[in-house]
């Protein structure tokens, strides 16, 4: 199965379109619904995402991505996880103010995309970002409160250019 995946990156006011075409063998489907693809790839350190939640399931109250640092020392890195709800960015998760996620001495690491019991639309997320970021990284994300903390893609952008590794979790909706 083939599909169309599509990226918008905004650089000085210049708005970029990249596409590509992910078929099975280049993602990793990890559920039914879920599909992990690599955006941001480094030989030095890298992440794969061991379980993620279905799009739309809210157990436990707290989703969390499950995830393990190949290659690398779990001291140096952190992560920083962006979501998107009905095409807007939110972030940093699970608060805006929340630090960076750190990762254990074994090299796993777990991240919390939900800020809230199921109250808001945390739960909805359609795709779930885990930047991998040097330790102590200070991430250029100022979320507009009256936009319900909504990120801008130059956001996006900048931090993306900063991380060591990107890894993009798709979820779809199931029937």
Not at 85 to 114: C, E, M, W
Request: proline residues 7%; glycine residues 8%; aromatic residues 12%.
């Amino acid at each position: 199965m083939k599909r169309m995946v599509v990226f918008l990156m905004v650089l000085t006011g210049f708005a970029l379109a990249f596409t590509f075409t992910a078929s099975a063998t280049e993602a990793n489907q990890i559920g039914e619904g879920v599909t992990v693809h690599h955006l941001v790839v480094n030989e030095n350190a890298a992440i794969a995402i061991t379980a993620a939640p279905a799009y739309g399931d809210r157990m436990p109250p707290y989703p969390f991505v499950y995830g393990q640092l190949n290659h690398g020392d779990p001291f140096d890195y952190e992560t920083i996880t962006i979501i998107t709800v009905n095409g807007n960015y939110y972030g940093k998760k699970p608060f805006h103010d929340f630090p960076n996620g750190f990762i254990r001495a074994d090299g796993t690491f777990l991240v919390q995309f939900s800020s809230n019991d199921g109250v808001g639309t945390d739960w909805q997320a359609t795709e779930i970002f885990i930047f991998l970021v040097p330790s102590g990284y200070q991430d250029p994300i100022q979320p507009d409160p009256n936009a319900g903390y909504a990120i801008s893609p130059a956001q996006v952008s900048a931090l993306k250019k900063d991380s060591v590794c990107v890894v993009q979790i798709a979820r779809e909706p199931l029937e």
